[in-house]
């Protein structure tokens, strides 16, 4: 498809051809030479078709199709790009596809100019109803223009899992803990100078081990199974604990276990199940921290909770997700533990387990279309986590 702007194009590199369009067979080595120049010089036309087949196969929400990608090509060189997340969504009565808005990606010889808006201008037309977590304030101003409504930001919270390692490497002013007292970070600093850090982190362990077996405990009938990969996790159980949770959701991404099989079946996701006697009743996907990850964090390492499955009304099932996804975070050598997630059912249950509030930046837009049912207007209606739209990659 080519928008038909042709103000903005010329702007987008003066009197050259230049198109949007949906990538086909055909655009397979302008997109690899995308790929080459932004991500991986090492990028190959073969290997990319590979991917965009395996793709296809394992789309959710239009199986054999590849997720929709689109370049601004101009003189035969691709200046723009932005790709999708095909899934599925729960709106309170069924299921239906739609796709996330991921990979707006232009080349800094083309930046500050027309080309952004050019690519999700098509890419809206092309898709209807789609959804983005967008961070960055000109991102969320062009879909906001093009129609998509900020619903809100996803909350943070963080449960510091090795207090003295943590506290002698963090910058609490920088990352922005919430709900501390303004010395806090003057006398983390002063613990770092003087060398106490890991003494007041031995301190506050004992402190949250305290808080959380009273404040945070679980039912003793609930049994946590360690599992490697989400696939050891029999399906059809997935597929009956979404069918209990979904009956309780005004809206949220599908999470039966074609998704979670296709998201999250990979090294560097570590699935916990919590069990009522046979009966699966809650799971949790951990990712494993990032070599290279967000610097204000200093080097912490930062275990990512990045899907939450749970009904609702059993709080004592999510308290026993919390405690065996920090165990899952010890393991794989996490300093702390993050998890993002918008139902307020959850929000009660992090204080009771010790997780600090910080501040959010991952802003939900959504765009519906006037023959589908409409969508809540309020994150706080979803049930999203940080493992949605991939946005839990930063840490």
Do not use: C
């Not at 395996?54 to 199986?63: D, G, V």
């Not at 991404?253 to 916990?272: C, E, G, K, M, T």
């Not at 010890?330 to 997630?341: H, K, M, P, T, Y």
Request: aromatic share 6%.
């Amino acid at each position: 498809m080519v928008a038909n702007d042709t103000r903005a194009a010329d702007q987008a590199n003066s009197g050259a051809s230049t198109q949007v369009v949906k990538v086909q067979d055909e655009h397979i080595d302008v997109l690899t030479g995308f790929i080459r120049e932004i991500w991986d010089s090492n990028a190959d036309a073969e290997a990319v078709r590979r991917a965009r087949k395996a793709a296809a196969a394992q789309n959710p929400a239009a199986a054999g199709e590849p997720p929709p990608t689109f370049l601004l090509i101009s003189s035969d060189r691709a200046i723009g790009h932005v790709s999708t997340i095909p899934i599925r969504i729960w709106d309170g009565e069924a299921q239906r596809p739609i796709h996330w808005v991921k990979g707006l990606m232009v080349t800094p010889d083309h930046r500050n100019g027309p080309v952004g808006f050019l690519l999700l201008k098509e890419a809206v037309r092309e898709l209807g109803d789609g959804m983005a977590m967008v961070v960055e304030p000109p991102a969320r101003r062009l879909f906001e223009a093009l129609g998509y409504q900020d619903a809100g930001v996803l909350p943070n919270h963080m449960r510091v899992l090795k207090p003295g390692r943590f506290l002698s490497r963090i910058d609490v002013e920088a990352i922005g803990l919430a709900g501390l007292p303004s010395w806090t970070n003057g006398a983390v600093r002063l613990a770092q100078r003087s060398g106490l850090a890991r003494l007041l982190g031995m301190a506050i362990s004992g402190a949250t081990g305290a808080w959380t077996a009273v404040a945070g405990r679980r039912s003793s009938g609930l049994q946590n199974k360690p599992v490697r990969r989400i696939s050891e996790i029999d399906s059809s159980a997935i597929d009956d604990l979404w069918a209990r949770v979904r009956s309780q959701l005004r809206a949220a991404a599908v999470r039966d276990s074609a998704y979670l099989n296709w998201r999250y079946d990979d090294n560097a996701y570590r699935p916990v199940a919590v069990y009522a006697e046979s009966e699966l009743a809650g799971v949790g996907i951990v990712r494993a921290p990032s070599d290279d990850g967000d610097p204000r964090l200093r080097g912490v390492r930062v275990a990512v909770l990045s899907d939450l499955l749970y009904p609702p009304d059993r709080p004592d099932i999510g308290l026993a997700l919390l405690a065996a996804a920090e165990n899952a975070g010890r393991e794989l050598g996490a300093d702390a533990l993050l998890i993002s997630v918008s139902h307020p059912g959850t929000q009660r249950l992090f204080k009771r387990r010790a997780f600090l509030r910080i501040p959010g930046n991952v802003h939900f837009l959504f765009k519906g279309t006037p023959d589908t049912p409409s969508l809540p207007s309020g994150i706080d209606e979803w049930w999203l986590s940080r493992g949605d739209s991939s946005a839990d990659e930063v840490f």
